[in-house]
């Protein structure tokens, strides 16, 4: 078999294996205290301004559009990318943009298993995450899921 044919031979094989997999090209959309790139999600402006005020950390959502629709994908799948993405946002938001931090990230999955996008916030590198306010950011994460399940909703009631 020549080198061509077992190319071929290879690309077939893939081509098939391949066949289940659901490539979406979509962009990254950040909603933060501030603002939202995404007229539909201002509601989580607001909440996400409402956290702001309760713990004093700088948080930011991140989720994907597709020829205007929200991008929901199985599981935690898109989390490191939002991360990345959240990191380049948080460093450039708060009073000392400059200071070294890290970033936690939790996905927000809605009842159907299917994430929505990340919650990611800014810490001070030095500043640890107590298991107490763990628990308050899972649960912010926990709202704008239902956030999204009460929208879909919504949306399926007026349709």
Avoid at 34 to 39: F, S
Avoid at 100 to 118: E, K, M, N, S
Wanted: negative net charge.
């Amino acid at each position: 078999m020549s080198a061509k044919e077992n190319w071929d031979r290879q690309w077939d094989q893939w081509d098939r294996d391949a066949g289940g997999v659901d490539v979406i090209a979509s962009d990254l959309v950040v909603t933060t205290r501030e603002g939202a790139e995404v007229v539909e999600y201002a509601p989580l402006t607001a909440l996400l301004r409402r956290a702001h005020q309760a713990f004093g950390i700088e948080m930011v959502f991140v989720s994907e559009m597709c020829g205007g629709e929200a991008v929901a994908r199985p599981g935690t799948e898109a989390g490191a990318l939002h991360a990345l993405h959240a990191h380049g946002v948080l460093a450039c938001m708060g009073p000392v943009k400059s200071a070294a931090f890290h970033v936690h990230t939790w996905p927000v999955i809605t009842g159907d298993g299917l994430a929505r996008g990340t919650l990611c916030l800014r810490l001070p590198l030095r500043a640890p995450l107590d298991a107490q306010m763990e628990s308050a950011l899972r649960g912010v994460a926990r709202l704008i899921g239902q956030w999204f399940e009460s929208a879909a909703a919504d949306a399926a009631q007026s349709a």
